[in-house]
């Protein structure tokens, strides 16, 4: 069984801030980890993933996420927020079983003040 | 654009009729995922079909039920429809049906039950 919690449904920054929005996965077997962001009135759309080999993965607009093991995270972050990151945001994890099945987290939303 | 295709984009329908939602997956992707996304229960995954054979079941609805074509478009039924239907209902394809890949999300229909 796989499970996945991000931390607060809502985070608010300002433009400029770090963003860091926190997931925490549950996994029996070593997990695929993937972020999604969801504009308004759209489809989820990948950021990043993480399967196997370096922790440390870079995706799309400037978002990176850090695989840690020891603390079971897959938290999101962007170094300096744009208005343009407003969006909601949804963890993923799969558990390498063939499935195809993946547990999406409640989502949170990311508000980017002036 | 993710190249997931979803018809119709809006569907008003009464409590008790039965609607068909439509899919066509990416060029070359073989797995096709419904999701259902409403405020009170966040985003559902329903289920998923690889190659035209169910693949994987989550929390869908006997009133509801899906098959993948030949051509691997999909479709998804629903039938005796409730007001707690009303939602956003996704589409997702991914390239095989392990869930190391990322998935590519359509832009959804919205079904509104009065």
């Known amino acids: 069984a796989q499970s996945v919690t991000q931390l607060g449904s809502h985070v608010s920054v300002s433009e400029g801030a770090l963003v860091l929005l926190r997931c925490n996965y549950s996994s029996s077997v070593p997990p695929y980890l993937f972020w999604y962001v969801q504009y308004p009135n759209q489809g989820l759309q990948l950021l990043l993933k993480?399967?196997?080999?370096?922790?440390l993965v870079k995706g799309i607009n400037g978002f990176e996420a850090e695989f840690k093991k020891s603390e079971t995270s897959f938290h999101l972050t962007k170094p300096s927020a744009h208005m343009s990151d407003a969006a909601e945001y949804f963890c993923?994890?799969?558990?390498?079983?063939?499935?195809?099945?993946?547990?999406f987290g409640d989502g949170t939303t990311l508000t980017v003040k002036p | 654009d993710s190249g997931v295709t979803q018809t119709p984009k809006h569907l008003i329908t009464a409590t008790g009729q039965r609607v068909t939602l439509r899919c066509s997956p990416r060029?070359?992707?073989?797995?096709v995922y419904w999701y259902q996304q409403s405020l009170d229960q966040g985003l559902q995954f329903l289920i998923q079909?690889?190659?035209?054979?169910?693949?994987a079941k989550g929390n869908i609805l006997e009133r509801f039920s899906a098959q993948q074509f030949p051509d691997l478009h999909s479709e998804l039924n629903l039938s005796s429809l409730e007001l707690g239907d009303s939602a956003l209902y996704f589409c997702?394809?991914?390239?095989?049906?392990?869930?190391?890949?990322?998935?590519?999300f359509g832009p959804g229909t919205r079904l509104t039950v009065t």
């Open positions: 060029s070359g992707d073989l797995s």
């Open positions: 079909y690889y190659n035209g054979e169910e693949r």
């Open positions: 993923a994890v799969s558990a390498g079983t063939n499935a195809g099945k993946s547990t």
């Open positions: 997702a394809s991914s390239v095989a049906g392990s869930d190391r890949y990322e998935q590519y």
């Open positions: 993480y399967t196997t080999g370096a922790t």
